[in-house]
């Protein structure tokens, strides 16, 4: 398994480095080439090294493709990896949506065999920490691997961004509850517009709104973020004191009146571009057995 871990690293490094670019470029690849190159785990002992948005992990493990009560989606991006910890959750939340009216879960991207950036698409998911979920309750959960990659999700937000879609429903709501109210579970990313929905409805103990952070494009799907699950793991800030309701309803009379876009951030990097000399020593490691 090793060998032919480190033969596809070897591979990948050598590709980048007959392509034309500079000397430079060709001794510092890219880090998501590297990390996107690998088709399977280390199998070491599981740990997230660095940060959500610039790390990698070791001993990740594949979510099974269908499961009694969940499929995962888009296999052809091999992003069905994650943290042991993080793939016990979704087995466990898949088994939980069945209480709501749910036959299971459809599980969008989680990370990829050894982490790192990806190719395409996201900033985070680069320790096995984080998977996104549809918003889309499953027609079935005997879909071809052809049907996963055409079938898509469902908006939960109507056209205009300020009020829920009919498709958004108190099993929405439920699912999305019982997800917060984990242990494990440090943050959920969702539209404002799902967190004003459930703000207003919950008529119960409020506590579990405080995980719920609003977030434009996450309309289809909601973000889960587990906490960090060792050392050398980098947690962010807890989420402000209290449920975090004006804020997401401040998020939507922003999209009313949009106030003056703030100057471009001239510090701000895409993790696309990271070169993997720029990734964590232990990441620079992992890669490098």
Request: charged share 20%; glycine share 8%.
């Amino acid at each position: 398994m090793m060998g032919k871990i480190r033969h596809l690293a070897a591979a990948a490094l050598l590709a980048l480095a007959t392509l034309p670019a500079s000397p430079a470029a060709a001794a510092d690849p890219l880090a998501k080439d590297v990390f996107g190159a690998f088709r399977t785990s280390n199998g070491g002992a599981p740990a997230a090294i660095g940060g959500y948005s610039r790390g990698c992990a070791s001993g990740n493990i594949q979510l099974p493709e269908t499961g009694p009560t969940w499929q995962a989606m888009r296999l052809s991006r091999n992003r069905n990896w994650g943290n042991p910890q993080l793939v016990q959750f979704l087995m466990d939340l898949s088994r939980q949506a069945t209480r709501f009216g749910w036959a299971g879960l459809y599980i969008g991207d989680m990370s990829q065999p050894l982490g790192g950036p990806m190719v395409s698409g996201h900033a985070s998911h680069q320790i096995g920490l984080d998977a996104d979920i549809w918003m889309l309750p499953p027609r079935s959960l005997r879909l071809s691997p052809a049907e996963r990659e055409s079938i898509s999700s469902q908006s939960v937000v109507a056209k205009g961004g300020i009020r829920p879609s009919p498709l958004w429903s108190a099993s929405h709501h439920a699912l999305l509850r019982a997800a917060a109210s984990d242990r494990r579970v440090a943050r959920i990313f969702v539209d404002p517009v799902a967190k004003v929905a459930m703000c207003q409805a919950e008529r119960g103990n409020r506590a579990y709104l405080r995980k719920i952070r609003p977030i434009n494009n996450h309309d289809y799907h909601f973000h889960v973020r587990l906490a960090c699950t060792n050392a050398g793991c980098q947690d962010q800030d807890p989420p402000p004191p209290g449920d975090g309701c004006a804020e997401a309803q401040q998020w939507i009379a922003n999209r009313i009146n949009p106030p003056p876009a703030p100057p471009p951030d001239p510090e701000y990097r895409h993790p696309r571009s990271f070169r993997l000399s720029e990734m964590p020593p232990g990441c620079r490691a992992l890669v490098a057995r």
